[in-house]
T-cell receptor
Framework: DAGVIQSPRHEVTEMGQEVTLRCKPI?????LFWYRQTMMRGLELLIY??????IDDSGMPEDRFSAKMPNASFSTLKIQPSEPRDSAVYFC???WGQGEKQYFGPGTRLTVT | KQEVTQIPAALSVPEGENLVLNCSFT??????LQWFRQDPGKGLTSLLLIQSSQREQTSGRLNASLDKSSGRSTLYIAASQPGDSATYLC??????????FGAGTTVTVRA
């Protein structure tokens, strides 16, 4: 299996622009998670899906953030408009079942200038 | 709110020495605990997962213990190698199925 795939790997954008991050989970996994990692706050869960349905989005910082999962093999995290404080590494992870290991993608490093 | 603490923040040892990494958590009502490894600029790799009913898990040179009542887990890495240099993260999953991460311990194994 190719593992969790994220794109792009790096994104540099200007403040105010829309940013879309993409994730392809491991085939057969029914849970998908979006995390953000910063030096100040470490790793934080933003939102997670079960069978394409958002279950808990309490970690999404503001209304500028939105996430969708239109099918079992694709999810997006969108920031509109982006701000410099959104600069971070965004990880996608997937698992089969709630209690199982989570497998992480390589991350997208976002820089907002 | 679950608080996960990892001490020390950084550790440097000579090759061949055993590593002991500590993780503590404030709420003992956990679902499971997972240890991850993160290499610079990379994603996280799951090392070991311990269910709340278990006391330890082993994989090769790695052994993780769990003491729920005291809110502690320890990751042991035997006979360390330079390739073990990385940041090790502890993550606790609660009954709401959310993972709470520690800040990590950055390990350097000197050749």
């Amino acid at each position: 299996d190719a593992g969790v795939i994220q794109s792009p790997r790096h994104e540099v954008t200007e403040m105010g622009q829309e940013v879309t991050l993409r994730c392809k989970p491991i085939s057969g996994h029914d849970y998908l998670f979006w995390y953000r990692q910063t030096m100040m706050r470490g790793l934080e869960l933003l939102i997670y899906f079960n069978n394409n349905v958002p279950i808990d989005d309490s970690g999404m910082p503001e209304d500028r953030f939105s996430a969708k999962m239109p099918n079992a093999s694709f999810s997006t995290l969108k920031i509109q408009p982006s701000e410099p404080r959104d600069s971070a590494v965004y990880f996608c992870a997937s698992s089969w079942g709630q209690g199982e290991k989570q497998y992480f993608g390589p991350g997208t490093r976002l820089t907002v200038t | 709110k679950q608080e996960v603490t990892q001490i020390p923040a950084a550790l440097s040892v000579p090759e061949g020495e055993n590593l002991v990494l500590n993780c503590s958590f404030t709420d003992s009502a956990i679902y499971n605990l997972q240890w991850f490894r993160q290499d610079p600029g990379k994603g996280l790799t799951s090392l070991l997962l311990i269910q709340s009913s278990q006391r330890e898990q082993t994989s090769g040179r790695l052994n993780a213990s769990l003491d729920k009542s005291s809110g502690r887990s320890t990751l042991y890495i035997a006979a360390s190698q330079p390739g073990d240099s990385a940041t090790y993260l502890c993550a606790v999953k609660m009954r709401d199925y959310k993972l709470s991460f520690g800040a990590g311990t950055t390990v350097t194994v000197r050749a």
